[in-house]
């Protein structure tokens, strides 16, 4: 059905579960312990991995000598980067599946095991001797941005798909820079210039489930079958059979619940130590599960960021231009940092009208733990430049600093840098409802003169990435069974119900008869990725689509049978209703009475890509435009926080968070709520507690024990708060929420510490430490 | 020549005897071999999870004799003749456990890795204190790590079950 069609039939609709509190449907698989993780797949046969991992940050790999390691007890197979010299890589193809003649940080696979146990498969490791030739070592970006710096990929030109985005000769893997308008004009009209220098750190996903995949090759066909906790399966398809040279449709990725992702099980991770591995086991599946310690130093982290902003402003708070100068500590290799490099960066601007701006932003190589996408996908990074300096600015211009983000924030029929006219824009709704909520401009209630309170609010905006496509399939079978067939892994974000809930409301069924499969390549048909905040809207859309089909053919079946103009039938909880009529006779005895006692199913399917909606047109007459720039949804939020500063220990207390998110119509509240109180949690906990200890490349603080994530004691009172701005496009009026959610969060915080104690925090994380020493300089001043 | 088994050289093997759910199993293990081992692999009871090995982070928590324990870090030769309850054992003649319904009431479920530990660290808490309060819960609960960050719907889901006083005290 034609997705124009699609919409008003949709629009038309009285909504049962769309919009309601509805119970998770994977919930009772969680809770009763029947739900398979990637980390629970067993299989017959099944041998086991683990990975010998560089203790130097960088080295010429000399010789690696297994000899002892393949002759130890129940040891199948021994694998080094010699063995298996593949290279992959989304946005450059740079990162070997092992290291193939040097190691880039400490950390990176050199040689993996496959053994009859775990215990087996390490014991071997300790038999592997490797010689290395140390080499300098770049740890700051900011060193190895410069000229003459020495390189981390000597041959980064000659590498695949390094495009037009690297810089030859020098550790820049991704440069990205947008102009518009004219910013020195722009700082010459300007009043006040404000040039400030930020830094967002690079923190771990910590997802609760550890990495965990099993692959198993079949060595007459040539082809893998690949088990694995990610988001994105298609994707890692297409990654894996780029790199090793084989048709995508030789690799099968099956996808059991996800425990978590963020954002950290998008590439290939304990994937790529399975497939080399599983290479040579001769047909037995391997599995390779990574350790705690290796989830924290040798996956991925959030891309750390240097930021210099300069920003004109007029006296009354409007803005005349921004420059912003970003560099992006990619790590070792560029996985998907490069898309964070640009697409985080062009959010710098913030959802705020500026005439003339130009952006630099620069992903450089470094020997430390590979970066790449992390909830925000490096919008977090940029809102605690941008919402920092706008408190800033507020406070020196002296105007409120919820009134100048209500006097520069977009609204509906905005431009945006690119000239996209904004739509579905609640961002002053969210402003006035998480104001309001918090009591901004009440006074805070001082504890004592050591402890002091205060607050802050930052707002965030965020695109999904613009056109991504999805497919799906709905079955009915006879006893009215719905399956919906699609490949949206649950990661823990609702996707599931949120489908089932789009499917029952717009087939017309009962929501307890829809379930959604697993992921299986085989099968379900193409998606994306459940990545950006763009499930509920392209699979929302997706299975609106297929549900309508599927409803269409169920009423014409009916009509026949009835002898009723199938335009005068609906479909409700499963029941066929004539108009002025009633109830003329159930789903199911509707089917069996077209279809006798055989076995029958009705089909329904739908493909969605939005690359043809106008509400993505851009300003042709720009220069630099870059297709990546238009969403076609744009995110809003406002967070505000209440915090307490003991100024005798520089401990920041959060007593309060709310938080106010415009997602467009909230198809089921509950997951709406879930993806806000963990986000701000997730943001509170890598603002004030999360920070990797290095030396000399060296991850020092590599357990749970060390690296503090948040419990439930560190816990502030949190009221989420939903604004539905209804996206015209949108399912039932859907945009997300997953990804902006945790980015207003920091600044808000580093916000109301300047509320409450005068100081202001540039550096994330806010330590203890940092703010005691803030406090000194203060007073030291006399201020 | 590959060898069947990777075992230590010396092979010895310890006997235990142990009550998993109410069913009694006397079985032969290596002596390092932990309760999480032992439940997962041996049992095939998977609902525990593992999330570090090392415990810190508390997915793994078990019941042993009610008490919560990380049983990544108990050896199974240890919990000899204890009774031991894991997630698969709160549903009874086919009821959830009261603990299980509330969690899947409010919305105290995402990724849900961590749900069965934190079910059975809440269960550990109501059977010796059924009306706890909000802060007797979150002392109780601070010791399984949720990334997902569901802990004010959990909280909610335990406080439900037990009718305790909410709010800091």
Redesign the interface.
């Given at each position: 059905m034609p997705f124009q069609e699609a919409r008003r039939e949709m629009s038309e609709m009285k909504t049962q579960y769309v919009g309601a509190?509805i119970?998770?449907v994977?919930?009772?698989?969680?809770?009763?312990?029947?739900?398979?993780?990637g980390?629970?797949v067993?299989l017959p046969g099944m041998l086991y991995g683990a990975t010998l991992r560089s203790p130097v940050p960088h080295a010429r790999i000399v010789e690696i000598d297994v000899s002892k390691a393949i002759k130890?007890?129940?040891?199948?197979a021994v694998v080094t980067g010699k063995d298996f010299p593949f290279t992959y890589g989304g946005a450059v193809k740079d990162q070997p599946f092992l290291a193939i003649d040097r190691v880039r940080y400490v950390g990176e696979a050199v040689a993996a095991v496959a053994?009859?146990?775990e215990?087996?498969a390490y014991?071997a490791l300790q038999k592997i001797r490797v010689r290395y030739e140390e080499l300098p070592a770049l740890f700051d970006p900011r060193e190895a941005v410069k000229e003459g710096a020495l390189l981390i990929h000597p041959a980064l030109a000659q590498y695949r798909r390094a495009g037009h985005d690297i810089v030859p000769g020098t550790n820049i893997c991704t440069i990205r820079t947008y102009r518009l308008g004219d910013v020195e004009a722009g700082f010459a009209e300007a009043d006040e210039i404000f040039e400030d220098e930020f830094s967002a750190h690079a923190v771990s996903?910590?997802?609760?489930?550890?990495h965990a995949a099993v692959a198993q090759y079949f060595p007459m066909k040539g082809n893998y079958t690949l088990w694995s906790s990610t988001d994105r399966p298609y994707l890692m398809v297409r990654e894996l059979a780029d790199a090793l040279n084989l048709s995508p449709s030789h690799i099968r990725h099956i996808v059991p619940?996800?425990?978590?992702s963020?954002g950290g099980k998008n590439t290939l991770i304990a994937e790529a130590v399975a497939v080399a591995l599983a290479r040579f086991t001769e047909g037995k599946p391997v599995k390779v599960v990574f350790?705690?310690q290796e989830e924290l130093t040798a996956t991925q982290t959030r891309v750390a960021a240097f930021m210099k902003l300069k920003t004109g402003v007029k006296k009354d708070g409007t803005f005349t231009a921004r420059k912003a100068e970003i560099i992006w500590d990619s790590g070792a290799y560029v996985s998907n940092a490069s898309g964070v490099a640009i697409r985080g960066s062009y959010t710098v601007f913030g959802p705020y009208r500026i005439p003339n701006i130009e952006l630099i932003s620069r992903l450089v190589y470094t020997n430390k733990e590979i970066s790449g996408s992390y909830r925000g996908f490096g919008t977090t990074q940029v809102t605690w430049a941008c919402e920092s300096q706008m408190d800033i600015i507020a406070r020196k211009l002296g105007i409120d600093p919820l009134e100048i983000r209500m006097k520069n924030g977009y609204v509906e029929g905005d431009r945006y840098i690119n000239g996209q006219v904004l739509h579905s824009v609640g961002l002053k709704e969210t402003l006035e409802k998480a104001s309001r909520e918090i009591g901004w401009g009440e006074t805070s209630t001082q504890p004592s003169t050591i402890k002091r309170r205060g607050k802050g609010l930052a707002v965030t905006l965020k695109g999904t990435p613009t056109p991504t496509s999805s497919t799906c399939f709905i079955k009915v079978n006879q006893d009215t069974d719905v399956t919906v067939i699609c490949t949206v892994p649950e990661?823990?974000?609702?996707q599931r119900t949120i489908i089932s809930q789009v499917a029952a409301e717009a087939i017309g069924v009962p929501l307890a008869s829809v379930s959604v499969t697993n992921p299986d390549t085989l099968i379900t048909p193409y998606n994306d990725a459940v990545a950006g905040s763009r499930s509920t809207y392209h699979m929302g859309n997706c299975v609106l689509m297929a549900a309508q089909d599927v409803r269409r053919k169920i009423l014409e079946l009916a009509g026949e049978v009835l002898q009723i103009e199938p335009s005068r039938l609906t479909l409700s909880e499963g029941k066929i209703i004539e108009q002025g009529g009633g109830e003329r006779l159930t789903l199911k005895a509707l089917l069996s009475q077209r279809f006798g006692p055989t076995g029958m199913e009705i089909l329904g399917e739908a493909h969605f890509n939005p690359s043809h909606s106008a509400l993505l047109a851009a300003n042709p007459g720009l220069k630099g435009l870059d297709s990546r720039m238009s969403s076609i949804f744009w995110m809003f939020a406002t967070h505000a926080a209440e915090v307490e500063v003991d100024t005798e220990t520089g401990v920041v207390k959060v007593l309060r968070v709310v938080a106010a998110h415009d997602v467009g119509r909230a198809i089921n509240p509950?997951?709406c709520?879930?993806q806000i109180?963990?986000?701000?949690?997730?943001g509170l906990s890598n603002t004030l507690f999360e920070e990797f200890k290095m030396e000399k490349g060296r991850i020092l603080n590599d357990?749970?024990?060390d690296y503090k994530?948040?419990?439930?004691?560190d816990?502030p009172e949190?009221t989420p708060l939903i604004v539905e701005s209804t996206h015209a496009e949108g399912p039932f009026g859907a945009k997300g929420v997953g990804e902006p959610a945790a980015a207003a969060t920091a600044p808000a915080i580093a916000n109301a510490i300047f509320d409450a104690v005068g100081i202001r925090i540039k550096d994330l994380p806010i330590t203890p430490e940092k703010v005691l020493a803030a406090l000194k300089a203060k007073e030291g001043k006399g201020c | 020549m590959v060898e069947i088994n990777a075992r230590r050289k010396d092979n010895v093997k310890v006997t235990v005897n142990l009550t998993v759910n109410g069913e009694h199993h006397q079985a032969e293990v290596e002596p390092q071999t932990t309760l999480l081992e032992f439940l997962r692999e041996s049992l095939h009871l998977t609902g525990t999870k593992e999330g570090c090995g090392t415990g810190d982070c508390g997915t793994c928590t078990v019941l042993v004799e009610g008490h919560p324990v990380n049983s990544c870090l108990m050896l199974v030769a240890d919990a000899k003749g204890c009774e031991v309850t894991t997630i698969e054992g709160l549903v009874r003649d086919g009821r959830l456990h009261p603990l299980q319904q509330s969690f899947i009431m409010h919305g105290a479920v995402q990724c849900g890795f961590c749900s069965p530990a934190m079910i059975l660290s809440a269960k550990a808490l109501l059977d010796r204190n059924p009306g706890a309060g909000e802060d007797h819960i979150k002392q109780a609960l601070s010791g399984v790590l949720c990334r997902c960050g569901s802990y004010k719907k959990i909280i909610q889901s335990v406080l439900a079950v037990s009718g305790g006083e909410k709010g800091n005290v």
């Open positions: 509190r119970s998770r994977d919930a009772q698989d969680k809770v009763t312990g029947n739900a398979v993780y980390f629970d067993d130890a007890p129940g040891v199948r053994a009859e146990t215990l087996a014991e996903h910590t997802t609760l489930e550890l619940y996800v425990g978590g963020f350790s705690r990661t823990g974000g609702g509950v997951t709520e879930q109180e963990g986000s701000v949690l997730m357990s749970l024990s994530v948040l419990t439930t004691l816990m949190m | -």
